[in-house]
């Protein structure tokens, strides 16, 4: 649901663009992101990179409306749309910010957030979409370049209605499917997830000692009914500030169900 919410202000505008005045298309869309904006951080929402993406966007569409020509918001609203939903999810994830992670991230424990496969996994996903959002923005970039008198509300063209609408929400459709499974394949994974922790032990502390530290800290860290396995001991610790007799050490183990 968090995801489709982060979509809505450019889902909104899609469906209203065509279908009312070009400025009322903008606006809606721009309170909508602006209230996503305002309110994201009282409520502890994710989805910030696309909410400030939306904001932006229809920020620039809104005065662009304003400033040009019919034939030209006709032509190029909707390529830049989907262009601006494109550098979003683009800037998000060689920022660092992937958007799917974002929204992934809710509900599940820190231990699962933070292993390397849910970041490959987000993170693929992120530039799935990313393909996604750049080949919509090239198909609807189609008609303008090559009619003179392309427009969005032309529905008699196949080549106006087709590279406009019907491939970019067919790619938009095949990318929401494609993520539905990304629930699965964490779940599937989760056995095979490799998590990390620290734990605090004395700086003279032997080998034998460390790995028994650091297995009664990881088991205290498992839920009910589950047990830590391959646990393993980084290789140097760190002392800890104001209190150089103790040091600590970095950890790594997986999880697996309770045998009995």
């Given at each position: 649901m968090?995801?489709?919410?982060?979509?809505?202000?450019?889902?909104?505008?899609?469906?209203?663009?065509g279908n009312?005045?070009?400025?009322?298309?903008?606006?809606?869309?721009?309170?909508?992101?602006?209230?996503?904006?305002?309110v994201?951080?009282?409520?502890?929402?994710?989805?910030?990179?696309?909410?400030?993406?939306?904001?932006?966007?229809?920020?620039?569409?809104?005065?662009?409306?304003?400033v040009?020509?019919?034939s030209?918001?006709?032509?190029?609203?909707a390529?830049?749309?989907?262009?601006?939903?494109?550098?979003?999810?683009?800037?998000?994830?060689?920022?660092?910010?992937?958007?799917?992670?974002?929204?992934a991230?809710?509900?599940?424990?820190?231990?699962?957030?933070?292993?390397?496969l849910?970041?490959?996994?987000?993170?693929?996903?992120?530039?799935?979409?990313?393909?996604?959002?750049?080949?919509?923005?090239?198909?609807?970039?189609?008609?303008?370049?090559?009619?003179?008198?392309?427009?969005?509300?032309?529905?008699?063209?196949?080549?106006?209605?087709?590279?406009?609408?019907?491939?970019?929400?067919?790619?938009?459709?095949?990318?929401?499917v494609?993520?539905?499974?990304?629930?699965?394949?964490?779940?599937?994974?989760?056995?095979?997830?490799?998590?990390?922790?620290?734990?605090?032990?004395?700086?003279?502390?032997?080998?034998?000692?460390?790995?028994?530290?650091?297995?009664?800290?990881?088991?205290?860290?498992?839920?009910?009914?589950?047990?830590a396995?391959?646990?393993?001991?980084?290789?140097?610790?760190?002392?800890?500030?104001?209190?150089?007799?103790?040091?600590?050490?970095?950890?790594?183990?997986?999880?697996?169900?309770r045998?009995?």
């Open positions: 968090g995801i489709v919410l982060g979509f809505a202000p450019w889902v909104v505008y899609w469906i209203l663009l009312v005045p070009f400025l009322a298309a903008a606006v809606v869309a721009l309170v909508l992101a602006i209230a996503a904006v305002a994201g951080p009282a409520r502890h929402a994710p989805g910030r990179t696309l909410d400030i993406g939306a904001a932006a966007t229809f920020a620039v569409l809104t005065v662009l409306t304003l040009v020509s019919d030209f918001a006709e032509r190029w609203l390529p830049l749309s989907f262009a601006g939903i494109f550098l979003t999810a683009l800037v998000g994830v060689l920022t660092d910010r992937p958007f799917v992670r974002e929204f991230a809710v509900g599940l424990p820190k231990d699962i957030v933070d292993t390397d849910f970041g490959q996994i987000t993170r693929r996903l992120t530039w799935l979409w990313v393909a996604v959002f750049g080949a919509m923005a090239v198909s609807s970039a189609v008609p303008p370049l090559v009619r003179s008198d392309a427009s969005i509300l032309d529905t008699t063209t196949p080549l106006t209605f087709v590279c406009y609408w019907l491939i970019p929400f067919v790619l938009l459709a095949a990318g929401a494609v993520s539905r499974v990304l629930p699965d394949r964490m779940a599937a994974g989760a056995g095979d997830i490799t998590r990390r922790t620290t734990f605090v032990a004395y700086s003279e502390a032997a080998i034998d000692e460390l790995y028994y530290l650091a297995t009664e800290h990881v088991n205290r860290e498992v839920g009910p009914g589950q047990e396995y391959n646990v393993q001991v980084g290789g140097k610790g760190t002392p800890l500030v104001g209190d150089e007799s103790r040091q600590s050490w970095p950890a790594t183990y997986k999880v697996r169900e045998r009995r």
